[in-house]
């Protein structure tokens, strides 16, 4: 290691009592979004910036989405901008402020919105998603520039709303009202994903396409099926043939898990409520996670085909209405950003990181759209929304180092 390296993780080991103490209140802040019962993240925001101007880290800019439903109005977002030696250059970390509700008490073995420690673990609800990443984004900061250092980069600690419900209020209302934020030569981090041995740099995502599918058809009685048409038997079939789409695209893209495309029958809605009723409608939901080399136009296209054999065959009529549709480019594999963090990864945690792909949807698809350079990387047990979320105090505390690190890197030509 370093001399650089050396004296700021001592200076992060040695901040481990104030760490834990921002990360106890912040879980005493229940910042919930109004869908699911919340007041969304006003005091969490309010107490993270008495803590930043404590600190006195940086420039700490209050960014506010209007948003009648809670009690402030207001769903905020907190920049805080540490100046670089190479100011052109800035590196962006994300985290999101939200949390998701506890879920079911009864399965909660301490509760939810209070820090409990047992040992190197602490229990409540944010403690994983997203407070760890959020805390040891804040304490790598600190640790630089009290060890007497500048970052390389000027660095862009960004606190976003709204994560967990969809992000109209977070980061895609700064893309579309501040998008100043998002331009020139910005690489960003997005520490709300990753595995527990750390291995992981999130680098590209699968588009998601949901579909919901109305087969409309001609009830009748059970005992004369032939005046009718069934729709769920249509519905059926229907859904066991775009299950079978995973044949047609059958392309392996190896930086995925699992590598192919998946096209897999979830929700259907009840039809009738009596069994002797042949059901004239039937309506079910197709989750797709496609492969970015694969044109979801394309996907689409065959899927109409198919609807229209299926109106044939059983005498019915099908509406497709799409409910969701994401797709984001891949981050370059070969890029700084992730030559970096697998530098750095290797420093401290001793393991080798590499790149991959993820079914799933993260924010990072929105800085991806934008052609920002985006790796998403934590280390996590993946407790998150679960009963007993917990993070590690090894993690947050090996994860600001990792960030600190990142911190002092030329962004431009590596290391």
Aim: with cysteine.
């Amino acid at each position: 290691m370093t001399d650089a390296s050396t004296k700021i993780f001592k200076a992060i080991d040695l901040q481990k009592e104030l760490l834990v103490s921002l990360q106890r209140d912040l879980t005493a802040l229940p910042a919930i979004a109004p869908e699911s019962g919340g007041d969304g993240e006003a005091a969490k925001a309010e107490l993270l910036i008495k803590y930043l101007k404590a600190f006195k880290l940086g420039k700490i800019e209050l960014i506010e989405a209007p948003d009648s439903r809670v009690s402030s109005g207001k769903r905020p977002n907190l920049l805080l901008t540490a100046e670089g030696l190479q100011p052109a250059q800035r590196l962006l970390i994300m985290t999101h402020l939200d949390v998701v509700p506890p879920g079911d008490l009864r399965e909660w073995q301490t509760p939810p919105f209070e820090l409990v420690q047992k040992g190197d673990l602490l229990f409540g609800r944010g403690t994983e998603d997203n407070q760890q990443s959020l805390v040891a984004s804040i304490f790598a900061l600190k640790a630089v520039l009290e060890s007497g250092y500048r970052p390389v980069p000027t660095v862009d600690l960004l606190f976003v709303a709204d994560e967990e419900t969809g992000s109209n209020y977070g980061i895609k209302y700064l893309i579309e009202n501040r998008p100043e934020l998002f331009k020139g030569q910005v690489q960003a981090l997005v520490p709300d994903s990753g595995k527990p041995d750390s291995s992981q740099l999130e680098i590209a995502e699968k588009s998601i396409l949901w579909l919901k599918f109305s087969v409309k058809g001609k009830q009748a009685h059970a005992s004369t099926p032939q005046l009718g048409a069934n729709a769920m038997v249509a519905g059926s079939d229907l859904s066991l043939r775009l299950y079978r789409l995973k044949d047609k695209f059958s392309q392996q893209d190896e930086l995925f898990e699992p590598p192919s495309s998946t096209f897999s029958p979830t929700k259907r809605e009840a039809n009738v409520p009596n069994i002797n009723t042949i059901p004239g409608t039937d309506v079910f939901y197709l989750d797709c996670r496609i492969l970015p080399s694969l044109e979801v136009d394309k996907v689409l296209e065959i899927i109409k085909n198919i609807c229209l054999a299926i109106e044939e065959e059983y005498r019915v009529q099908i509406t497709t209405e799409i409910v969701q549709r994401e797709s984001s480019p891949a981050s370059d594999p070969q890029g700084t950003l992730v030559k970096n963090l697998a530098y750095f990864i290797k420093q401290v945690y001793g393991v080798d990181a590499r790149p991959a792909g993820i079914g799933g949807g993260t924010v990072a698809a929105h800085l991806r759209r934008l052609g920002i350079e985006t790796v998403v990387w934590s280390t996590i047990d993946n407790t998150l929304h679960m009963p007993n979320e917990y993070c590690r105090l090894t993690n947050l505390l090996g994860d600001a180092k990792v960030m600190a690190m990142l911190m002092l890197a030329e962004l431009s030509t590596g290391l």
